[in-house]
């Protein structure tokens, strides 16, 4: 079975330094994986996906992603941190092919002060 | 892109009752889930909902407990039934097809008192 870990419940950023949420996944296959924002009182949007293609990939709102099979993670990155990004951050992976039935990890919160 | 409408969007309900949420989505899909979201806790899947079909549910998860329907391609609903404070949560639809992200609805925030 897919699984992902999410190794930090809250991360604490000053605006405008990089942010960093690490991620790590279990597959028996070449996985796809996402990452998903959930703002308070909002649903969930996708910020990247990785299917395969190529291991660097770029979201919304500036963020990336990078796929390291030897590594087995999928680190989130943004190199500027914008107050509007302080929420719930998901690492995902698709337990099947077509990018559906999802295995959520168990979030990361970020933090962003002034 | 799918726009997924959820129905209510929050709900406070007496124990021992069932309350039924609706998903609607704006275009014909293949996929169509429901997650539950403890509080304070991640997302969980609770089962695929299967057109014309009986859900397929995830294990932990009973249809007796929470029974889906799917008549159409744009529609499913979820019903928590004799409801216990332990059933407090998010409940969330997705959708989707086969090659498209997986989009989620608002959610459904169940207050059980």
């Known amino acids: 079975a897919q699984s992902v870990t999410q190794l930090d419940s809250h991360v604490s950023v000053s605006e405008g330094t990089p942010v960093l949420l690490r991620c790590n996944y279990s597959s028996s296959y070449s996985p796809s994986l996402f990452w998903y924002v959930q703002h308070p009182n909002k649903g969930l949007q996708l910020l990247l996906k990785y299917t395969s293609a190529a291991t660097l990939v770029k979201g919304i709102n500036g963020f990336e992603a990078e796929f390291k099979k030897s590594e087995t993670s999928f680190h989130l990155t943004k190199p500027s941190a914008h107050m509007s990004d302080a929420a719930e951050y998901f690492c995902?992976?698709?337990?099947?092919?077509?990018?559906?039935?999802?295995?959520f990890g168990t979030g990361t919160r970020l933090l962003v002060s002034p | 892109s799918a726009v997924i409408s959820q129905k209510p969007s929050r709900d406070i309900c007496q124990r021992g009752t069932s309350l039924t949420i609706q998903c609607q989505v704006d275009s014909q899909v293949t996929m169509m889930f429901w997650y539950r979201q403890q509080p304070g806790q991640s997302l969980t899947l609770i089962a695929t909902?299967?057109?014309?079909?009986?859900?397929?549910?995830e294990s932990g998860f009973v249809i007796d407990k929470f029974p889906i329907s799917r008549p159409n391609l744009t529609f499913s609903t979820l019903t928590v039934s004799n409801m216990s404070p332990e059933d407090s949560s998010i409940y969330l639809c997705?959708?989707?097809?086969?090659?498209?992200?997986?989009?989620f609805g608002q959610g459904t925030r169940l207050t059980v008192v």
């Open positions: 995902v992976v698709s337990e099947v092919v077509g990018f559906q039935k999802l295995v």
């Open positions: 909902a299967n057109q014309g079909s009986e859900a397929t549910y």
């Open positions: 997705s959708a989707g097809t086969l090659n498209t992200e997986a989009f």
